[in-house]
T-cell receptor
Framework: QQPVQSPQAVILREGEDAVINCSSS?????VHWYRQKHGEAPVFLMI?????EQKGHEKISASFNEKKQQSSLYLTASQLSYSGTYFC????????????FGKGTKLTVNP | NAGVMQNPRHLVRRRGQEARLRCSPM?????VYWYRQLPEEGLKFMVY????????ESGMPKERFSAEFPKEGPSILRIQQVVRGDSAAYFC???????????FGQGTRLTVV
């Protein structure tokens, strides 16, 4: 039931773009994206609900393809502050509403 | 509105002792989740609770671990007879309902010596 994230790690130069993918083997009700910096708590980025949508948050946006049970997080013109580990959390349809996270994608943005 | 409060932030226990981790959700939030995280690893789901009810505890070890979320007061994650392998960061998160974001506390770092 744990979603699968790819890639596991990404290294960028400031200003470059990145895409992080999250896929599930089960039908999804929602996808939640978080960023965690070392030694800190995960910070909420955005939530996408069933219905196939795209959301934006400054230069970070995400899409949710309900039919493919996939979500992608798009980071454009990356900044140094984007460095951290990105987690997607999923709630499956017909489940208990619990939120299960993938193993994370470590993003490093260098000057 | 204060965020999710976890205490203590750091907890050291000797093997065999009990550890009690507390989580006060954000005001108005009735959904609480507990996760365990080892260094450089992901967030492993442990238990999902709503007020006075355990909704899903499929991620909790069957022995020594228990959780509650009483009508009044914080949610408690209790680990009895701790072992070295219990050392980890334990995060709780709370949400208003399934349609809204979950906010995380700062975590409790448990060290078993």
């Amino acid at each position: 039931q744990q979603p699968v994230q790819s890639p596991q790690a990404v290294i960028l130069r400031e200003g470059e773009d990145a895409v992080i993918n999250c896929s599930s083997s089960k039908a999804l009700y929602s996808v939640h994206w978080y960023r965690q910096k070392h030694g800190e708590a995960p910070v909420f980025l955005m939530i996408l609900l069933k219905g196939g949508e795209q959301k934006g948050h400054e230069k970070i946006s995400a899409s949710f393809n309900e039919k493919k049970q996939q979500s992608s997080l798009y980071l454009t013109a990356s900044q140094l502050s984007y460095s951290g580990t990105y987690f997607c959390g999923t709630e499956t349809q017909g489940g208990s509403e619990k939120l299960v996270f993938g193993k994370g994608t470590k993003l490093t943005v260098n000057p | 509105n204060a965020g999710v409060m976890q205490n203590p932030r750091h907890l050291v226990r000797r093997r065999g002792q009990e550890a009690r981790l507390r989580c006060s959700p954000m005001k108005g939030h009735s959904h609480v989740y507990w996760y365990r995280q080892l260094p450089e690893e992901g967030l492993k789901f442990m238990v999902y609770l709503q007020k006075e009810n355990i909704i899903d505890e499929s991620g909790m070890p069957k022995e020594r671990f228990s959780a509650e979320f009483p009508k009044e007061g914080p949610s408690i994650l209790r680990i009895q007879q701790v072992v070295r392998g219990d050392s980890a960061a334990y995060f709780c998160a709370s949400s208003l309902n399934r349609y809204t974001e979950a906010f995380f506390g700062q975590g409790t770092r448990l060290t078993v010596v």
